[in-house]
């Protein structure tokens, strides 16, 4: 059991080049989502998803664009990259409801875009 | 105002000494509250949630205002391995979305 998976770890862009983050989950849960971590901030919801075929805005989304084919997975697309989008980039997922709620982060995406 | 507020720290203590942090939040349609944990350079991961009531795991104590929409944790006995940042998260609303407090730093020193 992986859990939530990330790739790649780390990506290195130019100002205007695309790249899509992959996000996977093996727990078969119905959330998933994709944040922003700035240095000293906390996390920014950009997207998420509440079951396959379905995704919402967050709070951050302008510049990026998701999709959810499947359960499993929620990659996320970053056009025209610019350097406002250097920062690590979560995913999560979580089931829909329960008492003991929790949501489970995969490690992290550090883009950097020069 | 921030949707979650947080003394950002550092604080800086010795072991064996007890820390508490607090926590504000503006949405009193706020649903659930949870403390996060996360080591530097890594993925937040969930330490506790807290009740109305309060609730305490080991050395961990977390406390819920919601008249004063104010949440609390303390931890007694530090150790070095507690030394991280903690993060104050709510859940608001539809699509079980939650926000997060920019995170108190904690450093626990010998």
């Known amino acids: 059991n992986a859990g939530v998976t990330q790739t790649p770890k780390f990506r290195i862009l130019k100002i205007g080049q695309s790249m899509t983050l992959q996000c996977a989950q093996d727990m078969n849960h119905n959330y998933m989502y994709w944040y922003r971590q700035d240095p000293g901030m906390g996390l920014k919801l950009i997207y998420y998803s509440v079951g396959a075929g379905i995704t919402d805005k967050g709070e951050v989304p302008n510049g990026y664009n998701v999709s959810r084919s499947t359960t499993e997975d929620f990659p996320l697309r970053l056009e025209l990259a610019a350097p406002s989008q250097t920062s690590v980039y979560f995913c999560a997922s979580s089931y829909s409801s329960g008492i003991k709620y929790e949501q489970f982060f995969g490690p992290g995406t550090r883009l950097t875009v020069l | 105002r921030k949707e979650v507020e947080q003394d950002p720290g550092p604080f800086n203590v010795p072991e064996g000494a007890t820390v508490a942090f607090n926590c504000t939040y503006s949405n009193s349609a706020s649903q659930s509250f949870f403390w996060y944990r996360q080591d530097c350079r890594k993925e937040p991961k969930l330490l506790m949630s807290?009740?109305?009531s309060g609730n305490e795991d080991g050395r961990f104590t977390a406390q819920l205002n919601r008249a004063s929409q104010y949440i609390s944790l303390l931890i007694r006995d530090s150790k070095l391995s507690d030394s991280a940042t903690y993060l104050c998260v709510v859940l608001t609303g539809g699509g079980n979305k939650l926000t997060f407090g920019t995170g108190t730093q904690l450093k626990v020193e010998l």
């Open positions: 807290v009740y109305s």
